[in-house]
Structure formats: structure tokens, C-alpha cells
């Protein structure tokens, strides 16, 4: 059975599957995971394998969702979800059970325990907006540690988990602090367009995640219907003088101000340097969205390594700007 959704064969030294708490720290008791290097997969969604793995996988499958202020009288609901479980199935059971927060998150693949690690994020919302704390395991030692928000020191498409502590700690659950109370997030343009279209002024929580759910499908390929990471790359900041150059020549240049100077649509620049739809061996770039590499079949982690490299050249040499991978390559 294959494990990711770039659709990629792929074996390891080990794979282990642990549904709840008492066998993972019994598996670090034994030492399974205190030699290097071991990888946590969870849903797949946003790695890409290139070969076989020299060393342990780890797959979280614990499951369970619930709210830990059911008496609250406040706006503040804190709802605690298992690492294993699916980040969409998650954020349709807030909506079922009127717990507010998420819906901007809606139709993203992937695990809970993932979204503290990428910071993941769309339609105006990311999750260190939502989360309120994390809950680890040390690989190593089986030491419990709870991080809150500010001590998972989130980034664009980050956090302590991906930097200070990479490969330390194991995600087990992580707790949000939603709202009784919907109040629809429309800041992003793209939305706001939908919902107009759609002749939907006073959305409820269902229409936006059924509305966000049809934007992202309409331009982003189902990963049961084709393989990919979703998006590729990451989103580039560049500096100020560097973007009034890029805006000079390229007066459409799409870019948003942020405190470190200017994030540009890496899906533009690619497009931009001519690869949208376009392919190299059997890995391409999709159609509708030039920030998603697919699997046109056969597609191993070389042929998707060797298109990445070829856009990344083109980007550079045409823009001056050097793509990093949001896809985790291992």
C-alpha cells in the first residue's frame, strides 16, 4: 500500500503504525526511534519520497476530537484533536458541532499533527491563528511537554517543529481555541468573489467551507484522482527595492506586503517562466495551478526532484529569485 498522495513507491528500513499512547512510548522505551534518522508521516499529503528510506517511519493513526470547555460561558472554546486524525474530517466536525474557527481550512489534506508543523494556511487563515497549544512526546526520552502557541514559534509555513526542535518531538494532539460564535473570515479576494458570484452576502460556516472546499478543488487536483504534494513551493518574500524592481517589469506582478518586505504567488513566477501544464518525463506541472506538481504516471521521487530543479533554474535566471520547497523531500 502506498502511503503518500504523489502516488510514489516507496520502502524503509522499518514502518511502524501506533493508534494510541501507552505503544508509542513503549516502542521509545525499547529505543525504536533513538537512532536516527526517522520520518512521522501522516497523511502523505506533503512529502515526497525518493527512494528507499534508511531508517523508520512512523505513522500516527490515533483518533479522537473533544471539547474540553463544554461549560464555558465565554466566546473561547478549546476542542482538543489526536495528531492521527484527518485535518478535514477535524474541521467538519467543528462546523457539525458549532464550534467556530477553522472554516477557512476546510479541504486541505493532511493530519491534525500536521498543521502546527507547516503552520498550514489558505484563504486568509492560517493555524497558529487557531491553535492554542500542542501537545509532544520526546522521541527520545517519552518526556510529555504541552508548547503553547508562542513557544511553537510559527512562521510562514513553519514552526520550532520544523526548525529548533526538528526530528525531537512527536506531535500527539493538538488543542484549538474556536468560538460558539461564527464569524465569517473574507479577506481573501478570491472568496469574497465566490461568495459574490454565489449571491451569498451573510455566509454561514457551511457555505464557507463549502464554497472554500470548491475553490480549492476547482484549481487543485483531488489526490485520490491524481497524484501530488499540493503546493510545491513556497510562496517567496522578497525585499522592498527587489520588489519595485520585479513591479517595474512586470507590472501585473502579484504581491501582498508583509513585515519583512513583499510575498510574491510563486504559482505566477512559474507560470510566468512558461511551465504551467507543461512536463518533464512523466512528472509535470498542473494545469490549473502552476504551485502543484503532478504524477503523470510511473512518476518516481527523481523525476519530481528533476522538474523542481528545472523550474527553480527558470525562476531564477528570469526573476533573480530562488524558490524554496514547501514539500517535504526525504
Not at 75 to 80: A, M, P
Not at 229 to 240: E, H, L, M, Q, T
Not at 307 to 330: H, M, P, R, S, Y
Request: hydrophobic content about 40%; overall charge neutral.
Amino acid at each position: 500500500m502506498i502511503y503518500n498522495t504523489f502516488g510514489i513507491p516507496a520502502t524503509a528500513d522499518r514502518y511502524l503504525t501506533v493508534t494510541d499512547k501507552e505503544q508509542l512510548l513503549s516502542l521509545i522505551a525499547q529505543g525504536a526511534l533513538a537512532r536516527p534518522p526517522y520520518f512521522i508521516l501522516g497523511g502523505g499529503s506533503n512529502v515526497v519520497f525518493t527512494g528507499h528510506y534508511h531508517g523508520t517511519i512512523l505513522h500516527l493513526e490515533n483518533k479522537g476530537i473533544r471539547l474540553l470547555t463544554p461549560d464555558s460561558p465565554s466566546d473561547t472554546l478549546l476542542v482538543e484533536a489526536a495528531a492521527g486524525e484527518n485535518w478535514d474530517t477535524f474541521v467538519q466536525h467543528c462546523i457539525n458541532h458549532g464550534w467556530h474557527g477553522a472554516e477557512n481550512l476546510a479541504a486541505i489534506p493532511g493530519t491534525v499533527g500536521a498543521s502546527p508543523v507547516q503552520n498550514v494556511g489558505a484563504y486568509g487563515l492560517e493555524a497558529k491563528d487557531i491553535i492554542h497549544s500542542v501537545h509532544a512526546i520526546h522521541a527520545i526520552t517519552g518526556h510529555e511537554r504541552t508548547f503553547s502557541n508562542a513557544e511553537c514559534q510559527f512562521g510562514y509555513r513553519t514552526s520550532i517543529f520544523k526548525q529548533a526542535l526538528k526530528d525531537q518531538y512527536i506531535i500527539w494532539s493538538v488543542t484549538f481555541k474556536l468560538s460558539p460564535r461564527f464569524t465569517p473570515l473574507v479577506n481573501y479576494t478570491a472568496l469574497a468573489d465566490a461568495l459574490a458570484d454565489a449571491h451569498i452576502t451573510n455566509p454561514s460556516a457551511r457555505q464557507m467551507a463549502d464554497t472554500i472546499a470548491a475553490l480549492r478543488w476547482s484549481k487543485l487536483p483531488r489526490p485520490e484522482e491524481t497524484g501530488s504534494a499540493g503546493s510545491f513551493f513556497k510562496n517567496p518574500v522578497v525585499s522592498p527595492e527587489h520588489y519595485r524592481q520585479l513591479k517595474t517589469r512586470y507590472p501585473e506582478l502579484v504581491a501582498h506586503p508583509t513585515p519583512d518586505g513583499y510575498k510574491l504567488a510563486a504559482g505566477w513566477l512559474i507560470e510566468r517562466a512558461g511551465w504551467k501544464g507543461r512536463s518533464l518525463g512523466p512528472c509535470g506541472v498542473y494545469a490549473k495551478q502552476a504551485l502543484v506538481l503532478v504524477n503523470l504516471g510511473g512518476c518516481s521521487g527523481s523525476d519530481v526532484l528533476a522538474l523542481a530543479d528545472a523550474i527553480t533554474a527558470d525562476v531564477q535566471n528570469l526573476f533573480g529569485i530562488t524558490l524554496e520547497k514547501e514539500a517535504i523531500i526525504i
